[in-house]
T-cell receptor, first 110, second 115 residues
Framework: QKEVEQNSGPLSVPEGAIASLNCTYS??????FFWYRQYSGKSPELIMF????GDKEDGRFTAQLNKASQYVSLLIRDSQPSDSATYLC??????????FGQGTTLQVKP | EAGVVQSPRYKIIEKKQPVAFWCNPI?????LYWYRQNLGQGPELLIR????????DSQLPKDRFSAERLKGVDSTLKIQPAELGDSAVYLC?????????????FGEGSWLTVV
C-alpha cells in the first residue's frame, strides 16, 4: 500500500463545473496536508494546506480533511481551462517529512 | 524576494558520466530538500537538510548519489556514475523550518536525461 494514494486520472470536467480530487493516506499520525498544482514542465506550486478536520476555503478552492477516514480532498468550483494541470496531494508528519501522491491529472474542457 | 534557484535547468549526459546540480534556497530558509520526480509520478524525497545537517537521507542511493550543504545555505547534489534510470527531474525545495507547520517552496527543477 502506498503511503499517499491518488487516482492518476485523467479527470475530465466541463468548464464551470466542480472538480473533485481525492487523496487517501496510510499514516494515522500525519499532521499536515497540502495540495500542489503542477503544470506540465513546471515545478509544483502550493494551492492550499489544511491541518484540522473539516473544510477550508480559499477562493474557488476548498480543501476537506477527514482524519478518521484518512482522507483529504480538493474541490475546485467554477473550473476553468487554466485549472488543467496535475494536482499533487502531500502529507506530512511530526518528522518533517513530506510524502507526495502520484498526482491526478485534471482536464477542464471549454 | 527571489525563490529557490536551481542550475542547470537541463542536462543531457551519457551513462556512467558524473553530473552535479546546484541549489540556492530562499533566503532565511533553514530546511532544504532534494526531491526526484519521475515522469507521471509525484516527487520523492532524496535528502533533507536542517542547516548543514542531513537529517533524512534514507531514500538517497548512497552508492552513486551524494549531497552537501556547506555553510547551511547552498546545496549540491551529485550523481556519479549516472545510470539510464536516473533520468528525472531533480527538484530542490526549501522551508523556514521542518515542513510540519510550514510550507515548502520548490525551485524550477533540473531536468536530467541520461543516454
Amino acid at each position: 500500500q502506498k503511503e499517499v494514494e491518488q487516482n492518476s486520472g485523467p479527470l475530465s470536467v466541463p468548464e464551470g463545473a466542480i472538480a473533485s480530487l481525492n487523496c487517501t493516506y496510510s499514516d494515522r499520525g500525519s499532521q499536515s496536508f497540502f495540495w500542489y498544482r503542477q503544470y506540465s514542465g513546471k515545478s509544483p506550486e502550493l494551492i492550499m494546506f489544511i491541518y484540522s478536520n473539516g473544510d477550508k476555503e480559499d477562493g474557488r478552492f476548498t480543501a476537506q480533511l477527514n482524519k478518521a477516514s484518512q482522507y483529504v480532498s480538493l474541490l475546485i468550483r467554477d473550473s476553468q481551462p487554466s485549472d488543467s494541470a496535475t494536482y499533487l496531494c502531500a502529507v506530512g508528519g511530526y518528522t518533517g517529512k513530506l510524502i507526495f501522491g502520484q498526482g491526478t491529472t485534471l482536464q477542464v474542457k471549454p | 524576494e527571489a525563490g529557490v534557484v536551481q542550475s542547470p535547468r537541463y542536462k543531457i549526459i551519457e551513462k556512467k558520466q558524473p553530473v552535479a546540480f546546484w541549489c540556492n534556497p530562499i533566503s532565511g530558509h533553514n530546511t532544504l530538500y532534494w526531491y526526484r520526480q519521475n515522469l507521471g509520478q509525484g516527487p520523492e524525497l532524496l535528502i533533507r537538510y536542517e542547516n548543514e545537517e542531513a537529517v533524512d537521507d534514507s531514500q538517497l542511493p548512497k552508492d552513486r548519489f551524494s549531497a552537501e550543504r556547506l555553510k547551511g545555505v547552498d546545496s549540491t547534489l551529485k550523481i556519479q556514475p549516472a545510470e539510464l534510470g536516473d533520468s528525472a527531474v531533480y527538484l530542490c525545495a526549501s522551508s523556514l523550518e521542518p515542513m510540519t507547520g510550514n510550507t515548502i517552496y520548490f525551485g524550477e527543477g533540473s531536468w536530467l536525461t541520461v543516454v
